[in-house]
């Protein structure tokens, strides 16, 4: 069950209660996603991490929305960014992962572009793997 306010382009707060458990929530407006998407904003070379947060590879996207890149477990990836509407900081990824062994594969997904800190934002899957991760320019 739940109850609650929105306040538009400002947030939404509520209470849920269910079977032996209660609480409460506040989400804030984040207006990020009004900010324009180009594949000139998001093209650049970015530096990959491992679960550790250590540099271990390079992502590179041009600007025709190409996706090149490899990590040093000797991942070799590829694939392109693209539009899907330029009113929105909201971009489709398609890449391929090969010599990955288990993990190689076509995955989907969506990005998002921070351009306070020259960031990428996405998620993408594939048949067998969910990976959510954010990267930086470098």
Do not use: M
Not at 28 to 36: A, G, L, M, S, V
Not at 47 to 62: A, H, K, Q, V, Y
Not at 85 to 102: I, K, P, Q
């Amino acid at each position: 069950n739940y109850t609650g306010t929105i306040v538009e382009r400002q947030s939404i707060e509520g209470n849920w209660t269910g079977p032996g458990e209660n609480g409460n929530f506040v989400l804030e407006y984040d207006d990020r996603h009004t900010i324009p998407s180009s594949l000139a904003t998001v093209s650049g070379t970015y530096s990959t991490t491992d679960e550790f947060d250590n540099p271990d590879g390079t992502l590179t996207i041009s600007g025709s929305g190409s996706v090149s890149g490899s990590d040093s477990t000797g991942c070799i990836y590829g694939g392109n960014v693209q539009i899907i509407d330029s009113r929105y900081n909201v971009y489709r990824l398609n890449v391929t992962a090969s010599n990955c062994g288990e993990a190689n594969g076509a995955y989907t997904g969506l990005g998002a572009y921070d351009p306070s800190d020259s960031t990428l934002t996405f998620q993408v899957e594939s048949a067998d793997f969910i990976l959510t991760d954010e990267i930086a320019k470098i």
